[in-house]
Nanobody, 123 residues
Framework: VQLQASGGGLVQAGGSLRLSCSAS????????LGWFRQAPGKEREFVAG????????EYTDSVKGRFIISRDNAKNMVYLQMNSLKPEDTAVYYC?????????????????WGQGTLVTVSS
């Protein structure tokens, strides 16, 4: 499975961005996809996850009510709609895919990673 993330950029606080992640290769083997982020000097953290089948979602508390994860199975795409962005959302965002039903919040459960896309939120 190969993942390609896109959609990052520079936005003012309060603005919106939509990240996209395309999955190719053996996308049919995917159990779930997640978005993680890593801010400068900080550890990588879970942002949101979605089951490939069924579409159940979960979010880290700091983005609940602002971010929405969705997927388009027919296009092998997953999206992260980010609204009401804050400077603390500034980070490199990564999409990741896991093959089994382990917890979505733990990066060690993911088998494939995209290259990351930078989101910068100015105050």
């Amino acid at each position: 499975v190969q993942l390609q993330a896109s959609g990052g950029g520079l936005v003012q606080a309060g603005g919106s961005l939509r990240l996209s992640c395309s999955a190719s290769g053996r996308a049919s083997s995917i159990n779930g996809l997640g978005w993680f982020r890593q801010a400068p000097g900080k550890e990588r953290e879970f942002v949101a996850g979605i089951r490939w089948t069924g579409g159940s979602t979960e979010y880290t508390d700091s983005v609940k009510g602002r971010f929405i994860i969705s997927r388009d199975n027919a296009k092998n795409m997953v999206y992260l709609q980010m609204n009401s962005l804050k400077p603390e959302d500034t980070a490199v965002y990564y999409c990741a895919a896991k093959l089994f039903s382990g917890g979505s919040r733990w990066d060690y459960n993911y088998h494939y990673w995209g290259q990351g896309t930078l989101v910068t939120v100015s105050s």
